[in-house]
């Protein structure tokens, strides 16, 4: 009996052994499960944090307020990278506010298998999210380097309390000083630290400097700009007629019989051809055709020269006339009235008055073919009409003042020495011809339009002239204009509202006072001055420009002496664009050793902006002042404030990534 309990006590031993042994295995196997699962999720939470990261620092990882398809792709080739398939990867996303972005990145491991407690396979998965968000810091920049750097040198000054500055590279400062809300730069800081090392004063300092930063062309999209650009390129071709609208006449004239009066009164009848005639305080009643004769079908003739002396008056009815010869006036006045007469006038010859007193036009159609001339001081008044021209118009000494109505300059070359020349309102062409002010005279205009075709306008280049435009629109084809001489003061050329194109490489280079936009307001703008091809250079005298934009292609802005110069106001300007003081597509902008008052943006995003010498740029109150080019310098001892434009500011940013989760 004993030995059958002993032996049973045995067996329970043996079971109870057994029973620990299989729970001592499920447990170390429960154990090995655990670990592995934890090791495996460990390996899917890095590699979910290393894929959502690397799709949300890609371009655009959100789209339409969810994951783009960029971003997806991104981590799944991380995951596959890491040894998950792509399958196992979904992404998610959305927009965080204006300048963050939130994206979810779940992957979902391969499952793997554990041993159960009875020896079968159980399976078990694992996964993984990663959420993270980017927030992108934005900085205004009222000086933006958009693909180099920004170098203040020698002694230098930046200022403006509510600015940023952005540099695609680098920002250099040696000895200049900056003091401006921030500054932002794509170097990294290990790289930038040696371009501050020399600052004379770095406001904010090279610690709070912003790097890795991203500088953005905003201006690029800007509605005003691409007008612009759009229109400079449509100036490629001229649009305008090539050839002159209106001609000269230069009729034949039948010979005549010589004619001479003096001290009465005579009439001239349409019937006889006169051949030279003279007359000495006499009046003549020129009877004509009685009725308009715009095409002279019926004129009255005279073939050689006209001869005036004393005070004389020449009426004339309605008709056609022709004047084969010269008209020379030697002394005394004479006038040639037409009433209310509808006359044509048609001088062949040379029209002189070497009178110190003055002569007199009435209203008619005019066309001298011949040099128009005054040599002793008197003048020459010609009424209102359409005026064709064919010679020169010579102001020696004295006056020559045409009245309202559209004037056609035919190789002409105005030059005024010492007297006036002034033309009316109306349309101006000048072709293949010259405006010189070679001394101390002046030339006026009204009121254009204006067009000028192979054609130079020279003001003051031997003395102290004045040119004045009234209003425009202003066009040049292959004209330049030129205001003023090196070394020579004094002088200068205006031009009221109305906007300057200058089509196939013409330009403006001033040594005076040049004026653009001379009366008015900035609000409503004065001016779009547009050249293609062509540069503007401004080297002594004052630049004046009063609510204008300038726009240039390939040329370059240079001034060298000081400007004042305002961009519009206005939300809608007749004239120019809102703030936008120069866009240059692709020239170089350079400004130096002078004062200047400036207000608007500068762009210049294929060119340089270089401000140097003893520059001095300020910003009156409630103005505004930046510019944005490939690279900008200042050096030597200019001192620049800038103030921000609103709507035309380019911007710097700078992520930062958090992981979330």
């Known amino acids: 009996m004993l030995c059958l309990i002993k032996r049973n006590r045995r067996g329970s031993a043996s079971i109870v052994g057994a029973f620990f042994l299989l729970s001592f295995v499920a447990a170390a196997t429960m154990a090995m499960q655990l670990a592995t699962i934890y090791v495996v999720k460990l390996q899917v939470q890095r590699t979910a944090d290393i894929a959502n990261l690397a799709a949300l620092i890609g371009a655009s990882p959100i789209i339409g307020n ?33 300048q963050a972005f939130t994206l979810s990145t779940k992957i979902s491991a391969t499952p793997i298998y554990a041993i159960g407690l009875v020896g079968t396979p159980g399976p078990s998965s694992v996964s993984a999210s990663s959420v993270a968000t980017l927030t992108r ?107 002159l609208p209106i001609k000269p006449s230069s009729p ?73 010869g010269d008209v020379r006036i030697s002394s005394g006045s004479t006038s040639f009235a037409t009433g209310t007469a509808t006359v044509t006038l048609i001088f062949e010859g040379q029209f002189g008055n070497n009178s110190p007193s003055d002569q007199t036009l009435g209203n008619a159609t005019y066309s001298f ?42 190789g002409t070359s105005i030059i005024t020495s ?30 254009g339009p204006f067009f000028f075709y ?41 031009f009221g509202a109305g906007n300057l194109d ?14 653009f936009q001379n009366s008015g307001s900035n609000a409503t703008g004065g001016a779009l001055i547009s050249l293609h091809g062509g540069s503007i250079n401004a080297y002594s005298g004052l630049l004046s420009a009063s609510g204008t934009t300038f726009a240039l292609t390939s040329g370059t802005f240079t001034v060298s002496g000081p400007i004042e110069a305002t961009a519009p106001t ?26 200047a008052s400036l207000s608007g943006m500068i762009y210049a995003p294929a060119g340089t902006v270089t401000m140097s010498g003893t520059e001095t740029v300020s910003v009156d109150g409630g103005s505004c002042f930046g510019a944005a080019a490939q690279s900008i310098t200042l050096s030597d001892s200019v001192s620049v404030a800038v103030a921000p434009c609103a709507g035309l500011m380019p911007s710097s940013s700078a992520a930062s990534d958090t992981l979330t989760q």
């Open 502 to 515: 200058f089509y196939a490489g013409g330009g403006i280079t001033s040594y005076n006072n040049l004026t």
């Open 454 to 494: 192979n054609s130079s306008l020279f003001n003051s280049i031997g003395g102290i002239g004045y040119l004045r435009f009234g209003g425009g629109p202003y066009y040049f084809y292959n004209s330049s204009l030129t205001s003023g001489a090196y070394g020579v003061t004094g002088g200068a050329t205006t």
């Open 252 to 324: 034949s004239v039948p010979s005549g019989s010589d004619v001479s009066f003096s001290g009465s009164s005579f009439t001239l009848a349409r019937t006889t051809s006169y051949g030279t005639l003279s007359a000495s305080d006499a009046t003549l009643n020129f009877s004509g055709s009685g009725s308009a004769d715009p095409q002279c079908g019926s004129p009255t003739t005279i073939s050689g020269n006209v001869t005036l002396n004393g005070t004389n008056t020449l009426n004339f009815a309605s008709g056609c006339y022709i004047f084969g």
């Open 570 to 595: 206005g939300e809608s300007p007749a004239y120019g664009y809102q703030n936008l003081l120069l866009v240059s597509t692709e020239g170089n902008v350079s400004l130096s050793n002078s004062s």
């Open 369 to 410: 073919d011949g040099n128009i001339s005054t040599t002793s001081g008197g003048a020459i008044t010609v009424g209102t009409g359409t005026k064709a021209f064919g010679g020169n118009i010579n102001s020696v000494w004295g006056h020559i003042i045409f009245g309202d109505g559209a004037s056609y300059l035919n």
């Open 137 to 243: 810091a934005t900085y205004s920049d009222c000086l933006a380097a958009l693909t180099g750097a920004v170098q203040i040198t020698g002694t230098a000054l930046l200022s403006g309390s509510s600015c940023g500055l952005g540099a695609a590279t680098y920002l250099y400062v040696a000895g200049g000083s900056m003091s401006l809300a921030s500054a932002a730069v794509g170097d990294d800081a290990y790289s930038e630290m040696s371009e501050l090392t020399s600052a004379g004063s770095l406001q904010p300092a090279a610690s709070a400097v912003v790097f890795n930063a991203a500088t953005t062309d905003t201006l690029a999209a800007n509605i005003d700009v691409l007008a612009i650009e759009n229109h400079l390129s449509a100036m490629a071709a001229w649009p305008y007629a090539t050839s």
């Open 418 to 447: 010492t007297g006036t020349t002034q033309f009316g309102n109306g349309a101006f062409y000048l072709w293949n011809g010259l405006i010189w002010n070679p001394s101390w005279g002046t030339t006026k205009f009204g009121t």
């Open 66 to 98: 969810a994951a783009s398809q960029a971003a997806i792709s991104t981590a799944q080739n991380m995951a596959t990278l890491n040894g998950y398939p792509s399958g196992s990867v979904s992404v998610s996303g959305a927009e965080a506010g204006s």
